[in-house]
Structure formats: structure tokens, C-alpha cells
């Protein structure tokens, strides 16, 4: 739901991100991030932007990679399926691919056995019809 490219991993990027979940989930409260130890997930100025969103940290057990097996799964099947062999020509070649991977073949193409089959576009939408209705004020 967040995501952000840079020629280097840092906090700055990372930081984007969460803005973009943040963001285009309505600024939700009471909400969790799980990530893994790397510096810039534990670094001052993000945890103080988490801290700003009032959103709770979670972070994987050292060197666990099944801790955040959805996100391991997520690079796995965008290496498999999306990204070309050899790599891309240029950063905006790349930063394009990755965008149409995401918002045009992942999320509203391609089925996910853990959704039932369900594209996650379409999981969410069910999740938020069923799920979360909001009270009609009259």
C-alpha cells in the first residue's frame, strides 16, 4: 500500500513509504508496522515519523526472514514474474516497471491462494464492504 525507490536504502525512502501508506489509507489510527532490524526502520527520524503517525512498531526477530514472510513472498514473485533477467536500463525504466507490477498486474491481476484466489484489490474491497460498514448518519 506504500512504496518508494531511491538509488540507495536509506531512512528518506523508507520514510516515503509509510507516508504513502499513511496516506492513502485516510491516516488510520491504532495501526502496526512490521518491518525487519535494518537501520533505517530503527533509525531516529523514522521512528519519530511512526511516532508522528501514532502508528505501533513491530519489528522481525534478528536474522528471522519468516518473521515478514509476506514481504519475502511479495520480492520473490516480483523477481519471478515481473522483473527481467538482466535487470533494467535505467532507474526510470526500473521505477516504471515496478509501478506497473504493483498497481496494475499484483494487486489487480494476479490471484493470491492466501485471499482465496482473490486479487488483493479485490480482497480489500470485499474486506471493507463486509467488514467495516460505517453507521448512516440521517
Request: hydrophobic share 30%.
Amino acid at each position: 500500500i506504500g512504496w518508494a525507490m531511491s538509488q540507495s536504502p536509506d531512512t528518506a525512502l523508507t520514510a516515503k513509504a509509510l507516508s504513502m501508506a499513511f496516506e492513502s489509507r485516510g491516516r488510520p489510527k491504532g495501526v502496526m508496522f512490521h518491518s525487519d532490524q535494518g537501520c533505517h526502520y530503527t533509525s531516529k527520524k523514522y521512528r519519530q515519523l511512526l511516532w508522528r503517525y501514532q502508528i505501533k512498531q513491530s519489528m522481525s526477530r534478528r536474522g528471522n526472514c519468516w518473521d515478514n514472510a509476506p514481504m519475502e513472498r511479495f520480492f520473490r514473485s516480483f523477481k519471478s514474474e515481473w522483473m527481467p533477467t538482466v535487470g533494467y536500463k535505467s532507474f526510470n525504466e526500473a521505477k516504471s516497471a515496478v509501478v506497473n507490477y504493483i498497481t496494475g498486474y499484483y494487486s489487480k491481476v494476479r490471484p493470491h491462494s492466501y485471499n482465496g484466489e482473490l486479487t488483493p484489490n479485490e480482497s480489500e474491497r470485499r474486506y471493507w464492504k463486509t467488514y467495516k460498514r460505517v453507521a448512516n448518519i440521517t
